[in-house]
DNA sequence: CCCGTAACGTTAGTCGCTAACATTTGGTGT
DNA sequence: ACACCAAATGTTAGCGACTAACGTTACGGG
């Protein structure tokens, strides 16, 4: 339960970020110019974001991913079992987007800093879904690799998304549709 | 042409850095016990290795890469050419391993943010890639889609080789097959 | 309208990393 | 063997991200 004040210091430091960062880069903005801007001191910066870098990046969807992984039939190879449940959780997740999300995501694109920090983030994303098919008695290695491929191709529908008008639902479906067996419909 | 003197001291840094890694974890680990311990100045450290993390991680492999990427037939669909391209560039990286090689992965498959610098450079490659296929009228985003997820595949091998007895090129095999076509041979 | 508590500020410090300039060292050619 | 010049290293000073401990403000519920 997050007091009113401590929501409206969030909201303008992420205004005051997006802000800086959109006019000047990434990198050539500073926490300092940040709390500045948003009439804070760099310590309360840190406060609310860990990193420079969580105003743009968080992730808040593995247990939801994990879940809809491990609810796909356990008889189809992980690929499949990945793939099919990332499409899942796809229309959990599209709906609940905030307003800045596609103008953190154009950034993220633009850096690769911020790329890697991000990596970490879909890093965490991965381990939960190979904990999740481990405990179905899927060998590690495949689960990895399962996971990685498709949330990589995922990550480049997202990031192309952040520079395009297309709709997200639509490109990411492009992107793991080509992770499918050959023929297949979904 | 690298004088003797410079190549002596990069492999103390080398030794001296690999050795507190390993006793002491990555993190954990300060520029200035390495300099220490290497017998120079944390200011001679940065100009053989740019960051810290560059003594672990490093890849030239890129355009060698994107070369034998681009070799493929260009009838086959992005995914194709990209996954037999890796698995044709796999022959000629492997026998250059140094001996170093495993022990530095093995590191940087236990630390999250050690994953972040490594897929800098990993994003690189990609970017070297879909430049290559983009260059053949290939779609940007199908070509983006298909790189990353097999260098995700990819990675995933490299990792567990970090901490697994089995030859590298048997592991990335393995990655790659899994995202063949359904029944393809190799 | 008061009062407790959450939110914020202050200070001081560490670590990664960089710039400009002075200094040493080592291999080369005589 | 010796002197020389360039390459390699050291010195100092500083910035930016981030943390810890502790004191201070101000907001909102009663």
């Known amino acids: 339960m997050p007091t009113p004040r401590t929501l409206r210091t969030r909201a303008r430091i992420l205004d005051a970020a997006l802000d800086l960062f959109e006019r000047q ?3 050539a903005t500073t926490v300092n110019q940040i709390a500045d801007a948003a009439g804070i001191t760099p310590m309360t910066f840190f406060r609310h974001f860990p990193t420079k870098d969580a105003v743009l990046v ?3 969807y593995d247990p939801l991913i994990a879940e809809a992984v491990g609810a796909q039939p356990a008889g189809l190879p992980p690929l499949e079992r990945v793939r099919l449940g990332l499409l899942a959780a796809l229309g959990d997740i599209t709906p609940t987007e ?3 999300a596609k103008r953190r995501v154009a950034l993220v694109a633009q850096s690769p800093s911020l790329r890697a920090a991000a990596a970490v983030g879909t890093d965490a994303t991965q381990q939960a879904i190979v904990a999740r098919l481990v405990a179905d008695g899927v060998d590690r290695l495949d689960a ?3 996971a990685a491929a ?3 191709a995922t990550t480049a529908a997202l990031l192309a998304w952040g520079t395009a008008p297309d709709d ?3 490109l990411v479906r492009r992107a793991l549709a080509q992770l499918a ?3 297949a419909t979904p």
């Open 25 to 27: 880069g990434y990198d």
């Open 58 to 60: 968080t992730d808040p």
């Open 98 to 100: 905030d307003s800045t």
């Open 144 to 146: 990895a690799i399962a």
């Open 150 to 152: 498709c949330l990589a």
């Open 168 to 170: 997200l639902a639509v």
């Open 181 to 183: 067996p050959a023929g």
